[in-house]
């Protein structure tokens, strides 16, 4: 579902996503969102989801979404809490930044964390 501007429209963020998830949550092992406008806002609402509904989901690609650190460290901490075998997450071209970074790394530390394949290209992080 990448490329398709998903939350481009106002008002329909939350509700397409909702809809495209909860029809096809059960059995996902690969979700690719990438390109999707997805921010900060629609991740918040995801969030309300049942994490529960995708307990297969090994790979997610959330690239090119104006994300920052504060959703996706969100994100990744309810996927390690209900023990997603989640191994692969991309975020390239989020706005993942320092921060983020250093919190999102503390949550991939914990016990329960299954990422073998991180992707941080271009989350504007600096030295």
């Known amino acids: 579902m990448s490329n398709n501007k998903l939350c481009a429209e106002e008002g329909n963020e939350t509700k397409h996503l909702r809809e495209i998830f909860l029809s096809v949550a059960s059995t996902l092992e690969t979700l690719q969102i990438a390109e999707n406008s997805i921010c900060d806002a629609e991740m918040t609402e995801f969030l309300q989801l049942p994490i529960s509904s995708m307990p297969r ?57 299954c990422i073998t394949y991180l992707n941080l290209t271009a989350c504007r992080l600096t030295e």
């Open 57 to 113: 989901l090994k790979s997610l690609d959330l690239s090119r979404n104006p994300l920052t650190g504060n959703s996706i460290v969100s994100l990744y901490a309810e996927i390690v809490k209900s023990e997603y075998p989640l191994e692969n997450l991309n975020i390239t071209g989020c706005q993942l930044m320092n921060h983020g970074l250093a919190e999102l790394l503390r949550e991939v530390e914990q016990p329960g964390s």
